[in-house]
T-cell receptor, first 112, second 114 residues
Framework: QQQVKQSPQSLIVQKGGISIINCAYENTAFDYFPWYQQFPGKGPALLIAIRPDVSEKKEGRFTISFNKSAKQFSLHIMDSQPGDSATYFCAGVGAGSYQLTFGKGTKLSVIP | DSGVTQTPKHLITATGQRVTLRCSPRSGDLSVYWYQQSLDQGLQFLIQYYNGEERAKGNILERFSAQQFPDLHSELNLSSLELGDSALYFC?????????????FGEGSRLTVL
């Protein structure tokens, strides 16, 4: 049972453009939604995270938008750079748990 | 560098064999998690240990087992290996004091079963 659905599977964006990755979750017990960034040959690393009592969180060029009623959240990367090329995973985790349930990932390629 | 160390980085073995993957968590982290990453299934949670005790189990096969030792390092044992077990196996650790969801991942052990 896939509890976090992520789209698109891959994304190509021109340098300076906006990258948008969407996720939808099923488990209403989730109360923390992190995004992880993974470069080739490396493990995932936390990028940004949000709790459902907030509709938006911004850190630099990265913004999470959260829609609790629709059970959807998205990552926006503004002014995308070639260095942002990586695989991005959204995830959900329930209260009192560290069991991250990951989406299947989005491979982002930012072309010059 | 996340501070989580995994060995070996690469491992090639044959079907039916047994392997052990090792993980040293970040200094001070009491929780260790094992994840399997494959192209079609993404990152799948296998098992979690906290201070030596099994805390949670995910989609871990009966052929797989893990443990966390008193020095907090952990080992994942994979036995009777099948071709489908070929994957990247990640270890992660966390402080486990508050629920921030932040896990620190190692660079993974790539297992190839021939």
């Amino acid at each position: 049972q896939q509890q976090v659905k992520q789209s698109p599977q891959s994304l190509i964006v021109q340098k300076g453009g906006i990258s948008i990755i969407n996720c939808a979750y099923e488990n209403t017990a989730f109360d923390y939604f992190p995004w992880y960034q993974q470069f080739p040959g490396k493990g995932p690393a936390l990028l940004i995270a949000i709790r459902p009592d907030v509709s938006e969180k911004k850190e630099g060029r990265f913004t999470i938008s959260f829609n609790k009623s629709a059970k959807q959240f998205s990552l926006h990367i503004m002014d995308s750079q070639p260095g942002d090329s990586a695989t991005y995973f959204c995830a959900g985790v329930g209260a009192g748990s560290y069991q991250l349930t990951f989406g299947k990932g989005t491979k982002l390629s930012v072309i010059p | 560098d996340s501070g989580v160390t995994q060995t070996p980085k690469h491992l090639i073995t044959a079907t039916g064999q047994r392997v052990t993957l090792r993980c040293s968590p970040r200094s001070g982290d009491l929780s260790v998690y094992w994840y399997q990453q494959s192209l079609d299934q993404g990152l799948q949670f296998l098992i979690q240990y906290y201070n030596g005790e099994e805390r949670a189990k995910g989609n871990i096969l009966e052929r797989f087992s893990a443990q966390q030792f008193p020095d907090l390092h952990s080992e994942l044992n994979l036995s009777s290996l099948e071709l489908g077990d070929s994957a990247l196996y990640f270890c992660a650790s966390s402080v486990a004091v508050t629920n921030t969801g932040e896990l620190f991942f190692g660079e993974g052990s790539r297992l190839t079963v021939l």
